[in-house]
C-alpha cells in the first residue's frame, strides 16, 4: 500500500508559476510510474502528465503541453523521492484540485499512464487556484 501526499498548491496570478510535489507518506515511490490528473469544480477529473518509473518517458495532456513539465528525483533516500509538476504560464482554467496518482508495475517495466483507472494508489489532492 501507498500513501500518497501532495504538496505545493496555492493561489497565483494568471501568467504566474508553481512546483507541486508528491511523495510517498510511508514508503518511497521511485519504483512507480506517476500520473498528476486534476478536477475542476463541476468536471470530471482529468489526466494532466504522466512519468515513467525511471524517468526516461513523459506524456502530456495537449492543454499543458509546453507550459508544464513532470519530473521525478530517484536519486538517493527512497523515502525521499519526489514526483514533481512544474507549471508555468498559469491560466485560470488551471484552477483545479490536483492529484497525484502512483502504479504498481513490474520491475522490468518503464511505461507512462495515462489513464485514471490504471492507477492504484492516489493522494488526497492540492487546490491549485489561478486568478485573472
Known amino acids: 500500500q501507498v500513501q500518497l501526499v501532495e504538496s505545493g498548491g496555492g493561489l497565483v496570478q494568471t501568467g504566474g508559476s508553481l512546483r507541486l510535489s508528491c511523495k510517498g507518506a510511508t514508503r518511497g515511490i521511485s519504483t512507480y510510474p506517476v500520473g498528476w490528473f486534476r478536477q475542476a469544480p463541476g468536471k470530471e477529473r482529468e489526466f494532466v502528465a504522466a512519468?515513467?518509473?525511471?524517468?526516461?518517458?513523459?506524456?502530456?495532456?495537449?492543454s499543458v503541453k509546453g507550459r508544464f513539465t513532470i519530473s521525478r528525483d530517484n536519486a538517493g533516500d527512497n523515502a525521499k523521492n519526489t514526483v514533481d509538476l512544474q507549471m508555468n504560464s498559469l491560466k485560470p482554467e488551471d484552477t483545479a484540485v490536483y492529484y497525484c496518482?502512483?502504479?504498481?508495475?513490474?520491475?522490468?517495466?518503464?511505461?507512462?499512464?495515462?489513464?485514471?483507472?490504471?492507477?492504484?494508489?492516489w493522494g488526497q489532492g492540492t487546490q491549485v487556484t489561478v486568478s485573472s
Open positions: 512519468i515513467s518509473r525511471s524517468g526516461t518517458y513523459t506524456y502530456y495532456a495537449d
Open positions: 496518482a502512483a502504479k504498481a508495475v513490474p520491475s522490468n517495466s518503464d511505461s507512462y499512464y495515462d489513464i485514471e483507472w490504471q492507477y492504484d494508489y
